[in-house]
Protein backbone atom coordinates (compact mmCIF):
# COMPACT_ATOMS: atom_id res chain seq x y z
CA UNK A 1 0.00 0.00 0.00
CA UNK A 2 2.85 2.56 -0.66
CA UNK A 3 2.14 3.43 -3.30
CA UNK A 4 -1.45 4.17 -2.81
CA UNK A 5 -2.14 8.04 -3.65
CA UNK A 6 -5.32 8.76 -2.68
CA UNK A 7 -7.81 11.18 -4.68
CA UNK A 8 -9.66 13.92 -2.80
CA UNK A 9 -12.50 16.18 -4.22
CA UNK A 10 -12.60 19.62 -3.14
CA UNK A 11 -15.72 21.95 -2.79
CA UNK A 12 -14.16 24.93 -2.20
CA UNK A 13 -16.71 28.07 -1.62
CA UNK A 14 -16.14 30.96 -4.32
CA UNK A 15 -15.65 34.29 -2.24
CA UNK A 16 -13.58 32.82 0.60
CA UNK A 17 -11.65 29.00 0.22
CA UNK A 18 -11.34 29.36 -3.33
CA UNK A 19 -9.97 33.09 -3.41
CA UNK A 20 -7.56 32.32 -0.85
CA UNK A 21 -6.16 29.64 -2.97
CA UNK A 22 -6.38 30.83 -6.55
CA UNK A 23 -4.61 34.30 -4.69
CA UNK A 24 -1.92 31.32 -3.09
CA UNK A 25 -1.28 30.41 -6.57
CA UNK A 26 0.44 33.74 -6.97
CA UNK A 27 3.17 32.79 -4.09
CA UNK A 28 4.01 29.66 -5.28
CA UNK A 29 2.34 28.04 -2.85
CA UNK A 30 2.64 24.57 -3.09
CA UNK A 31 0.08 21.80 -2.29
CA UNK A 32 -0.09 17.92 -2.81
CA UNK A 33 -1.61 17.01 -6.61
CA UNK A 34 -3.98 14.47 -4.73
CA UNK A 35 -6.83 17.47 -4.68
CA UNK A 36 -8.88 18.05 -7.62
CA UNK A 37 -11.20 21.64 -7.24
CA UNK A 38 -14.73 21.70 -8.02
CA UNK A 39 -15.33 25.81 -6.92
CA UNK A 40 -19.16 26.29 -5.70
CA UNK A 41 -20.66 29.71 -4.91
CA UNK A 42 -21.33 28.86 -1.43
CA UNK A 43 -20.25 26.04 1.10
CA UNK A 44 -23.98 25.76 1.33
CA UNK A 45 -24.60 24.48 -1.69
CA UNK A 46 -22.66 21.39 -1.47
CA UNK A 47 -25.48 19.22 -1.42
CA UNK A 48 -24.60 15.85 0.75
CA UNK A 49 -25.35 14.10 -2.26
CA UNK A 50 -22.50 15.34 -4.48
CA UNK A 51 -20.79 14.17 -1.77
CA UNK A 52 -22.17 10.98 -2.06
CA UNK A 53 -21.94 10.60 -5.62
CA UNK A 54 -17.87 11.85 -5.48
CA UNK A 55 -17.24 8.87 -3.33
CA UNK A 56 -19.33 6.20 -4.81
CA UNK A 57 -17.64 7.26 -8.21
CA UNK A 58 -13.88 6.54 -5.90
CA UNK A 59 -12.93 9.56 -4.44
CA UNK A 60 -10.90 8.53 -1.19
CA UNK A 61 -11.81 11.91 0.55
CA UNK A 62 -13.60 15.13 0.44
CA UNK A 63 -12.66 17.96 1.85
CA UNK A 64 -15.81 20.95 2.23
CA UNK A 65 -14.14 24.50 2.00
CA UNK A 66 -16.15 27.60 2.85
CA UNK A 67 -15.87 31.46 4.81
CA UNK A 68 -15.37 31.23 8.51
CA UNK A 69 -18.25 30.84 10.53
CA UNK A 70 -20.42 34.30 10.36
CA UNK A 71 -18.23 35.65 7.90
CA UNK A 72 -20.25 33.59 4.99
CA UNK A 73 -21.13 36.47 1.82
CA UNK A 74 -24.60 34.25 1.38
CA UNK A 75 -25.15 35.53 5.26
CA UNK A 76 -25.76 31.55 6.69
CA UNK A 77 -24.38 29.18 3.78
CA UNK A 78 -21.53 27.97 5.92
CA UNK A 79 -23.77 27.34 8.71
CA UNK A 80 -25.92 25.19 6.43
CA UNK A 81 -22.83 23.65 5.15
CA UNK A 82 -21.83 22.37 8.59
CA UNK A 83 -24.91 20.85 9.35
CA UNK A 84 -25.67 19.01 6.08
CA UNK A 85 -21.94 17.81 7.10
CA UNK A 86 -22.70 16.43 10.84
CA UNK A 87 -25.97 14.68 9.42
CA UNK A 88 -23.70 13.19 6.15
CA UNK A 89 -21.13 12.16 8.49
CA UNK A 90 -23.53 10.45 10.66
CA UNK A 91 -24.93 8.56 7.47
CA UNK A 92 -21.84 7.68 6.59
CA UNK A 93 -20.68 6.32 9.89
CA UNK A 94 -23.64 3.98 10.13
CA UNK A 95 -23.08 2.78 6.87
CA UNK A 96 -19.45 1.76 8.08
CA UNK A 97 -17.61 4.45 5.16
CA UNK A 98 -16.07 6.03 8.07
CA UNK A 99 -17.36 9.93 8.25
CA UNK A 100 -13.70 11.37 9.13
CA UNK A 101 -13.28 10.53 5.03
CA UNK A 102 -15.15 14.16 4.75
CA UNK A 103 -13.70 17.07 5.85
CA UNK A 104 -14.74 20.55 6.62
CA UNK A 105 -12.49 23.38 6.74
CA UNK A 106 -13.08 27.51 7.16
CA UNK A 107 -10.72 29.43 5.01
CA UNK A 108 -10.82 33.16 4.54
CA UNK A 109 -9.41 35.18 1.64
CA UNK A 110 -6.17 35.21 3.48
CA UNK A 111 -5.37 31.43 4.07
CA UNK A 112 -4.10 29.78 1.19
CA UNK A 113 -1.24 28.48 3.06
CA UNK A 114 -3.95 27.04 5.48
CA UNK A 115 -5.68 25.56 2.63
CA UNK A 116 -2.16 23.70 1.60
CA UNK A 117 -1.77 22.21 5.31
CA UNK A 118 -4.55 21.24 5.63
CA UNK A 119 -4.97 18.72 2.31
CA UNK A 120 -1.04 17.71 3.62
CA UNK A 121 -3.11 16.63 6.55
CA UNK A 122 -6.05 15.14 4.87
CA UNK A 123 -3.42 12.87 2.47
CA UNK A 124 -1.16 11.63 5.13
CA UNK A 125 -4.18 10.81 7.14
CA UNK A 126 -6.39 8.69 3.82
CA UNK A 127 -3.11 7.14 3.42
CA UNK A 128 -2.96 5.95 6.68
CA UNK A 129 -6.75 4.17 5.88
CA UNK A 130 -6.19 3.67 2.53
CA UNK A 131 -8.24 3.11 -0.27
CA UNK A 132 -12.08 3.83 -0.30
CA UNK A 133 -14.05 0.42 0.49
CA UNK A 134 -16.44 1.72 -1.66
CA UNK A 135 -13.61 1.45 -4.75
CA UNK A 136 -13.41 -2.34 -4.42
CA UNK A 137 -18.08 -2.53 -4.10
CA UNK A 138 -18.47 -0.58 -7.24
CA UNK A 139 -15.17 -1.49 -9.38
CA UNK A 140 -16.02 -3.54 -12.65
Known amino acids: MNDFEP ?11 YTGVDLSSGTRMEYPPNVKIIRMMCS ?16 DGVLIGGCHLGDCHYQSGNYKARQQVDILRNILSQVGLGEDRVW ?37
Not at 7 to 17: G, K, R, T, V
Not at 104 to 122: K, Q
Not at 125 to 138: A, R
Request: hydrophobic share 50%.
Open 7 to 17: QIIAFLCNWCA
Open 44 to 59: GAVDPLYVIKTLLDGA
Open 104 to 140: VRWFSAAEGPLFADTVIEMVENLKEKGPSPLKELWAV
